[in-house]
């Protein structure tokens, strides 16, 4: 191999995805990056995913292991995942256990070898697995930090890109304090019962990079990362959209109340009571849309796609032929152990892959059971609603209030002026011994709209918006009054 520097912007692909979104691009090729955290947080996995990635570009690895495990260990642990391939190892890639050389030789001896092996297996990957043994066996904490600066000298020259992963838990090294060029800490933290997996790069010399903490996964494909939605550049696009047009709801009532519907690429939230009406409201706005030509989405919480199909059919919807030819989508995300950065990428993929237009969160709830921090959903939806705002996708979103009925009226989230430009409120109340559905328009952004006070009538027939409750007073706070007048 010939010995030369790495040019100053060429990357090396992780192979994980999202990983490389987080590192803008990937490794620096030639860099030192060392991966740090406890037994069972990932690392072996994340380095061999992206061995067999490289790999799979033509190029070579070398993997030296410092661990008593033996290869036929790690072979066996990491054949059921899917990036694996057994037939690779002794060509392509190189696994040289160098516990015995260390033992014997000290880390002279070491350093020696893995030169060699580079130069012998011309590999442009080099993975050293279990630093705590070198450290164990070093003389002193001086002399580790001279290893890792002469490690990194020699790969540098060598063009080979290096990850050292370590429990960074023995005395003396300070990762932080080396020589590597980057640092990458993966660990596992609980949620009450939960256990969630989080990934930062705490240091990543001479590039930017996401800042933060940012979810992942390990699957039966190796890692997958979630990039933290509110720490994503924007990308540019070709248009700045005006807010000009309007999307209709395809209920008449409700779209005379609007003007003609709500702004394009603004963003709404349908608040009220359980069975108020927010979720067909929410599947009609999509229909409409689909009707007319723009792609809709419902990522639902709480109603399985079959089950959504079967609720809009009694109710005179008939979704069926729309989501057969693909205008329409229901994606269906129980709310149990959902991770709130997986939900951020499967969302930012349907603005920017599959070119949603109208897109339905239903409802704010189970976002914040995927998020368990106070405060951070907002900021996540603040994130979101720029996106589709940019993209000129209009979006609407439920919540619900805290009680069916009484004088508190109460929004869920703080800054709701960030992320929701229109407010649309339904309540049921009881007026003259009947329970009736009422919807307003508490707000819409750059707009006029009407500030009535209408019945919502849900039938075997559709959705409808009725007259203005005449007859009523105090509606917003669930109990309603009929006005008395003299002479009566």
């Not at 040019?7 to 991966?35: A, C, K």
């Not at 002794?90 to 002279?108: I, K």
């Not at 003007?259 to 690429?265: A, F, L, M």
């Amino acid at each position: 191999m010939t010995e030369h520097g790495p040019g100053p912007q060429e990357r090396i692909s992780t192979g994980v995805p999202g990983l490389d979104t987080v590192l803008h691009g990937g490794f620096r090729r030639g860099r030192t990056y060392m991966l740090m955290g406890l037994p069972g947080a990932g690392k072996t996995i994340l380095a061999n995913q992206t061995c067999f990635h490289h790999i799979r570009q033509g190029l070579g690895v070398l993997y030296v292991t410092l661990l008593a495990e033996s290869h036929t260990d790690l072979v066996s642990n990491l054949e059921p995942l899917s990036f694996f391939d057994a037939s690779r190892i002794g060509r392509a890639a190189t696994y040289v256990s160098a516990f015995n050389v260390l033992e014997q030789g000290g880390l002279d001896a070491l350093l020696a070898l893995i030169r060699k092996e580079i130069k012998a297996r011309d590999s442009s990957l080099l993975v050293l697995d279990g630093l705590v043994a070198a450290e164990e066996m070093a003389p002193s904490p001086q002399a580790l930090k001279k290893f890792i600066h002469n490690l990194q000298v020699v790969t540098g020259m060598l063009g080979c890109t290096t990850l050292i992963l370590t429990t960074g838990g023995g005395k003396g090294l300070r990762a932080e304090h080396t020589m590597v060029d980057g640092l990458i800490v993966l660990r596992q933290r609980t949620q009450g019962a939960r256990m969630l997996r989080e990934l930062d790069v705490r240091k990543f010399r001479g590039s930017a990079h996401l800042l933060g903490w940012h979810g992942f996964d390990i699957t039966s494909d190796g890692l997958v990362v979630y990039p933290r939605l509110e720490s994503l550049p924007r990308e540019d696009v070709a248009h700045t959209p005006s807010g000009h047009t309007r999307c209709a709801f395809g209920i008449a009532g409700l779209d005379a109340m609007l003007h003609g519907g709500i702004p394009s690429g603004s963003s709404t939230l349908l608040y009220g009571p359980p069975g108020s009406g927010k979720t067909l409201l929410g599947v009609s706005f999509l229909a409409q849309g689909a009707r007319q030509g723009e792609r809709g989405h419902h990522f639902a919480f709480y109603d399985s796609p079959e089950r959504m199909r079967v609720q809009a059919r009694g109710v005179g919807l008939d979704l069926d032929a729309l989501v057969e030819r693909g205008e329409l989508e229901i994606s269906y995300h129980p709310p149990l152990e959902n991770v709130l950065d997986k939900l951020g990428v499967q969302l930012l993929s349907l603005i920017r892959e599959k070119g949603v237009r109208r897109l339905f969160l239903d409802g704010y709830d189970g976002l914040q059971k995927a998020s368990g921090q106070r405060g951070r959903v907002t900021r996540f939806l603040a994130a979101l609603v720029n996106e589709c705002r940019q993209r000129d996708v209009t979006l609407i979103y439920t919540a619900e209030t805290p009680s069916a009925f009484g004088p508190e009226l109460k929004f869920p989230l703080q800054g709701l002026s960030l992320v929701a430009e229109n407010i649309l409120y339904l309540r049921s109340v009881e007026l003259r011994s009947q329970l009736r559905r009422f919807i307003c328009a508490m707000k819409v952004r750059n707009s006029g709209y009407d500030h009535s006070f209408r019945e919502l009538i849900i039938g075997d027939k559709g959705l409808a918006v009725g007259e203005i409750i005449e007859d009523g007073q105090q509606l917003l706070t669930g109990q309603a009054r009929v006005p008395t007048h003299r002479g009566q």
